[in-house]
């Protein structure tokens, strides 16, 4: 499947959560911002596998023999759902992207993503879009090489929020 | 200009959608971006799984617009997810014709995406703003918007077509 490295990539399910929500804090430990996390495995559950979910997963797998040091199979995963550009119409967004450190190099990050594009293109979209910080070296080297490019750097796009208080206020129509 | 009101977008407003959608690139000049059609409006809108939402501006016949249009303004919209805090409104694109600035309409619009936001539990609404549009960064800045590029260091990114299918090819 690639580099002598023996794994799986394959749909999440809802047995999948508990393990989504470990690397998430993982993911989250990573970029400094774990504080932030208000997500349970619970709202993961209700959100990604109901009738109508939020997201989609992929995970990454290994066999028993390989999984990692404190025992887990599943060292990696992905999260993105459908959006509508109203130039170019769908589009699929990776919200997540994480291979446990000592998985890492052996090609299940680009194995990830690849899976995320082709069921992008399945599903009609022409763009795979996603946001990397700009501390984040690896990553930045790592999807550049992918062929993509970074949108606020090229087209000065930026990511604007509205949150809390604000979007209370707005939701009033206070200013 | 008080009177205009503000509804859900419906299969008959797909025309004028892509008109606004196409006077919006227009001003981020951009206008030659714009690939979507009619029908692809028809179909990622208003099917069983709908890709995105729209809400339309519409005046009355008597305040039409100079070249006769009666829907002057809209906003498109969808559901994201981010694990860390959940369900967010993702506003794709927000304009009112010009003609029509100044009225309080992008306002009313604005709130009525809030609304919607808080309604459905969302704990934030998401946009992007090209750094070089100032009346606009201000206009959300007075509203409370904080900018994720400037403060945390997000970088937007994207992948067109030819690389994913490469990338696809490749596996």
């Not at chain 1, 208000?38 to 989609?56: V, W």
């Not at chain 1, 060292?75 to 291979?99: P, Q």
Request: some cysteine.
């Amino acid at each position: 499947m690639s580099r002598g490295m023996d794994f799986t990539i394959r749909p999440a399910t809802l047995e999948d959560c508990k393990d989504i929500s470990r690397m998430l804090l993982e993911l989250a430990e990573y970029e400094k911002v774990s504080d932030q996390i208000k997500i349970t495995q619970r709202d993961l559950e209700q959100d990604g596998f109901s009738k109508n979910p939020f997201f989609h997963g992929i995970i990454a797998e290994v066999p028993e023999h390989l999984k990692s040091k404190d025992g887990h199979p599943k060292i990696g995963y992905s999260l993105y759902f459908y959006t509508y550009s109203s130039w170019k119409g769908r589009a699929v967004y990776m919200e997540d992207l994480y291979v446990m450190p000592e998985f890492r190099g052996k090609g299940i990050g680009k194995a990830l993503i690849a899976k995320v594009a082709q069921l992008g293109l399945a599903a009609g979209c022409t763009q795979l879009n996603f946001t990397v910080l700009d501390w984040n070296k690896s990553s930045l080297d790592f999807y550049l090489k992918q062929g993509c490019w970074d949108v606020t750097s090229d087209l000065g796009y930026h990511c604007m929020r509205c949150e809390g208080d604000a979007l209370q206020h707005m939701a009033q129509g206070d200013h | 200009m008080s009177m205009f009101i503000l509804r859900k977008a419906e299969p008959k407003d797909v025309s004028d959608i892509l008109r606004l959608i196409k006077e919006l690139a227009k001003y981020e000049e951009m206008e030659n971006q714009v690939l979507l059609t009619e029908e692809d409006l028809l179909e990622d809108g208003f099917g069983d799984h709908p890709f995105y939402h729209c809400i339309v501006a519409h005046v009355p016949e008597e305040h039409q617009s100079a070249d006769g249009h009666v829907i002057i303004g809209f906003a498109m919209y969808y559901f994201t997810y981010d694990p860390w805090i959940g369900k967010l409104l993702y506003l794709e694109d927000f304009y009112v014709m010009k003609e029509y600035r100044g009225f309080g309409i992008g306002s009313e619009i604005l709130k009525k995406l809030s609304n919607t936001a808080v309604r459905t539990r969302c704990s934030s609404m998401h946009f992007i703003v090209a750094e070089w549009n100032k009346p606009s960064i201000e206009f959300y800045k007075r509203r409370g918007a904080s900018d994720l590029s400037l403060e945390e260091g997000w970088r937007l990114f994207k992948i067109d077509k030819q690389n994913l299918m490469k990338m696809t090819d490749e596996e």
